[in-house]
């Protein structure tokens, strides 16, 4: 069965504080690694895919980057309207649904 | 900027009694989902649509649930006899198909059954 934990649970930084989340994963054949963004009451919002050891994405503060056992989220000099939940999800080898982790709040307090 | 719109936002309901959700997917996509979300919990999927056939559904999407395409713009789901258990938030996604894990998720239906 396809598995998804993400740590910490929770983060706070303050503005201007770097950090990492952590994505790790057991998976049958992935296909695609992905990151999503949750603000409070409202769906999930796609950031990156990731389809194989080595590669990265980044995206303004952000950049995702993926081992054979794990993805890391970088945030770099974050700011209060990046606090959210980031969810990583997996998609294995059989059907389209992806699995996604439980998620890490992040909040940044200026 | 195309979006995937959810009606309704909010619905209460008594357990036993029948419960539509509706979704106006992306209009060019092709693949759709339904996922929830128990409060406090991980988004789970539950149904996964294309080609106006169910491809993929988990053990959750029991035969208390179904999903239809009734028109070319609407996707339903509907929950025959909810539960106290079916209390959650409720996502519909809609995808392209170049990147199958690029999701766009509405704003969710939260249901509450009492």
């Known amino acids: 069965e396809d598995q998804v934990t993400q740590s910490p649970e929770a983060l706070r930084l303050q503005e201007g504080e770097s950090s990492s989340l952590n994505c790790s994963y057991t998976v049958s054949g992935l296909r695609g690694l992905f990151w999503y963004r949750q603000d409070p009451g409202k769906g999930p919002e796609f950031l990156f895919t990731?389809?194989?050891a080595g590669e990265e994405k980044e995206k303004e503060r952000l950049k995702a980057t993926l081992t054979k056992k794990e993805s890391f989220l970088h945030i770099t000099a974050p700011k209060p309207e990046d606090s959210a939940t980031y969810l990583c999800?997996?998609?294995?080898?059989?059907?389209?649904?992806?699995?996604f982790g439980a998620g890490t709040i992040l909040r940044v307090k200026s | 900027e195309p979006e995937v719109t959810q009606t309704p936002s909010h619905q209460v309901t008594q357990m036993g009694q029948e419960v539509i959700l509706r979704c106006v997917p992306i209009s060019n996509h092709l693949y759709f989902y339904w996922y929830r979300q128990i409060l406090g919990q991980k988004v789970e999927f539950l149904v996964s649509?294309?080609?106006?056939?169910?491809?993929?559904k988990s053990e959750i999407f029991d035969d208390q649930f179904s999903v239809e395409r009734p028109d070319g713009s609407n996707f339903t789901l509907k929950i025959r006899s909810t539960k106290l258990e079916d209390s959650a938030m409720y996502f519909c996604?809609?995808?392209?198909?170049?990147?199958?894990?690029?999701?766009?998720f509405g704003e969710g239906s939260r249901l509450t059954v009492l």
């Open positions: 999800a997996v998609q294995g080898a059989y059907g389209n649904k992806l699995v």
């Open positions: 649509f294309y080609n106006n056939e169910i491809s993929e």
């Open positions: 996604a809609s995808g392209g198909g170049t990147n199958i894990g690029e999701l766009f």
């Open positions: 990731l389809y194989s």
